[in-house]
Nanobody, 121 residues
Framework: QVQLVESGGGLVQPGGSLKLSCTAS????????MGWYRQAPGKQRELVAV???????NYQDSVKGRFTISRDGAKKTVYLQMNSLKPEDTAVYYCNADVRVWGFEGVHDYWGQGTQVTVSS
């Protein structure tokens, strides 16, 4: 029905930058909310940055001023520009979207496969 495909992860030195992208495809009527979460080894998955259903951008406190979420609605794509990366940003980053799907009622939650971001010297 719906696929989320992420790209842009990799290895970067502290202070460096990376840009993640995620594109949603499938039988999508509309995208309500879309954004990024991350999960570090031994830790729970946490919100990084997300566009809410109301169109607002919300950020985790630890990334405010360093990360920027943006989107291309026509392409159903969301981006995460990550600057001034720190070792503690190391995690698998997952794209998440709440979408309305043709032929099904309600809003459905989907996850991408994840992309590894490693910040290390």
């Amino acid at each position: 029905q719906v696929q989320l495909v992420e790209s842009g992860g990799g290895l970067v030195q502290p202070g460096g930058s990376l840009k993640l992208s995620c594109t949603a495809s499938g039988t999508i009527v509309s995208v309500n909310a879309m954004g990024w979460y991350r999960q570090a080894p031994g830790k729970q998955r946490e919100l990084v940055a997300v566009f809410t259903s109301g169109g607002n951008a919300n950020y985790q406190d630890s990334v405010k001023g360093r990360f920027t979420i943006s989107r291309d609605g026509a392409k159903k794509t969301v981006y995460l520009q990550m600057n001034s990366l720190k070792p503690e940003d190391t995690a698998v980053y997952y794209c998440n979207a709440d979408v309305r799907v043709w032929g099904f009622e309600g809003v459905h939650d989907y996850w991408g496969q994840g992309t590894q971001v490693t910040v290390s010297s």
